[in-house]
């Protein structure tokens, strides 16, 4: 999955993506965007890696696009650099927590550029949509495009409203995602690509002045999860010798590195869980939508067990970590065989039985 690093020009989100993904930014692609990839820490695959040895161990991995960030001040360039991030799977919001002090208002500010790009991809399909209304065209036609733009009217307006002020609108997220859409009404609006209705994760890039200080309730009143990392001062922490990183992060009253955990939580907020894949070759971590079938997670190892898939071996993590191994597993009953419609959990260890 590709998550797009977002935020105003200067919030620090180059920093971030060099310590997300340990990839330097290239100043040459700063306006184009780069891409890297993060491998996300499970302890789990950890110990499964232990017990079986294998000749190889492989991580669920997220894609971060770093892009160039929105200007505070010509506002109105800010669509097309938004453009960018149509196709990434969810966004993280970068806010500038080293020389800003209103942490509240940049998340309001950077919201409300989203929903102005939002509403002019919405407004110009409206204004297509009327026009083609216009036309004589097949009864069936006219009936599609007219629920298209009902809803589409619908959208436009809750972001006229502006929702970012209500108390209830998902945490103050705003724009098309505090409508709440019906599965069919999302589909229907897919193709738009939205940036309102991606996954969002905040993330306070702090400065060493702000460590281990709360975040202000104005901030979590708008972004109840919102993270916050000291990503900077955590990669010059890192590149100290052993005895004298020890000795900084004492005096800062850190008492260890958050990167992994930030990981996982990103990972966890673009709706991806993970399922394992264990044997003497490789042990690996396949990552999946929250809410996915047994079929989908054969496709992502490979299209072909996808098509002949006939049925899934499942173990929890847990159970497996328990018992010790597959055949224990049998006996103790904590085995099972699952279908194709199977909502695979995040944790379990598959092997997918297919035919060829
Ligand atoms: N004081 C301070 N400066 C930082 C910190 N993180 C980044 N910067 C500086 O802020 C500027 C913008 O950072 P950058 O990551 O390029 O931001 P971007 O424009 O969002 O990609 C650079 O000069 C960084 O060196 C920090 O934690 N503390
Ligand atoms: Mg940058």
Same mark, same amino acid.
């Given at each position: 999955? &590709? ?47 232990? +017990? ?82 216009? &036309? ?84 979590? *009143? ?15 922490? +890192? ?50 939508? &929250? ?37 224990? *597993? ?9 279908? &194709? ?16």
């Amino acid at each position: 999955m &590709k998550v797009g690093i977002v935020g105003f020009s200067g919030s620090g989100k180059s920093t971030v993506f060099h310590w997300l993904t340990g990839v330097r930014p290239d100043p040459a692609k700063s306006q184009t965007g780069q891409t890297g990839i993060a491998r996300i820490p499970d302890p789990r695959l950890d110990w499964l890696s232990a +017990h079986f040895q294998p000749r190889k161990t492989t991580p669920a991995t997220l894609e971060f696009l770093d892009t160039p960030g929105l200007l505070a001040t010509e506002r109105r360039d800010n669509p097309r650099r938004l453009g960018i991030l149509r196709e990434a799977g969810g966004l993280l919001v970068v806010l500038n927590g080293f020389n800003e002090p209103d942490l509240a208002s940049q998340l309001r500010r950077f919201r409300e550029e989203l929903m102005f790009a939002d509403l002019e991809i919405v407004s110009n399909r409206i204004s297509r949509l009327k026009d083609q209304l216009r &036309k004589p065209r097949p009864a069936k036609q006219k009936e599609a495009d007219e629920q298209e733009l009902a809803l589409l009217q619908r959208i436009a307006a809750a972001f006229e409203a502006s929702p970012l002020s209500l108390p209830d609108s998902g945490g103050g997220k705003g724009g098309a995602a505090a409508l709440g859409l019906k599965d069919d009404e999302e589909k229907a609006i897919r193709s738009f690509q939205l940036l309102t209705l991606k996954p969002e994760q905040v993330l306070v890039h702090l400065g060493e002045d702000r460590l281990n200080q709360p975040l202000p309730d104005e901030l979590l *009143a708008l972004a109840p999860d919102a993270l916050a990392a000291p990503a900077k001062l955590e990669m010059e922490l +890192h590149e100290l010798p052993e005895d004298d990183r020890q000795m900084f992060m004492t005096d800062l009253g850190l008492t260890g590195f958050i990167r992994d955990e930030v990981l996982r939580k990103i990972f966890a907020a673009m709706g991806q869980i993970v399922f394992f894949t264990v044997g003497e070759d490789e042990c690996r971590a396949w990552s999946i939508p &929250k809410g996915a079938d047994a079929v989908t997670g054969a496709g992502q190892i490979h299209t072909d067990l996808a098509r002949g898939f006939v049925r899934a071996e499942v173990v929890s993590y847990e159970d497996f970590q328990r018992v010790g191994s597959m055949k224990e *597993a049998k006996t103790h009953g904590v085995y099972r065989l699952e279908g &194709k419609s199977y909502i695979v959990q995040d944790g379990d260890i598959m092997h997918i039985l297919a035919s060829t």
